[in-house]
């Protein structure tokens, strides 16, 4: 079966999921040659190890508190707040609590 992604023009919500937090998979919104968009869902004490995106990256927390490390900083996360990070720069996610981040990642042409 096909993952279902939005189509062009569709509306669809990326707001706070509230109690349905500990419920709901991580999946990607939407995905083209160019960008990717996805919500990522970490409950309360999950460690995403260092890793790299091939491309450019944002990141916007939708719900919760996250640290996120990267350029040698580790930089809390809530509601709101929203950071950006040049392509293949290594960083690392912990949730201090459920937390919900829309990730947003330029892919190019390929």
Do not use: W, Y
Not at 25 to 45: D, H
Not at 49 to 65: D, F, L, M, W, Y
Not at 71 to 80: R, S, V, W
Not at 90 to 106: F, G, K, M, N, Y
């Amino acid at each position: 079966m096909a993952i279902q992604h939005a189509k062009p023009g569709e509306v669809f919500d990326v707001g706070p999921l509230g109690d349905a937090i500990a419920n709901t998979k991580t999946s990607t919104l939407l995905k083209t040659e160019a960008f990717e968009v996805l919500r990522l869902n970490l409950p309360a004490g999950k460690v995403i190890a260092e890793h790299k995106a091939r491309g450019e990256i944002s990141v916007q927390c939708i719900e919760g508190r996250v640290i996120f490390t990267a350029m040698d900083n580790a930089n809390e996360l809530t509601a709101g707040k929203m950071l950006f990070l040049s392509a293949a720069e290594p960083h690392a996610v912990q949730a201090l609590e459920d937390s919900s981040l829309l990730v947003t990642l330029i892919l190019g042409k390929k």
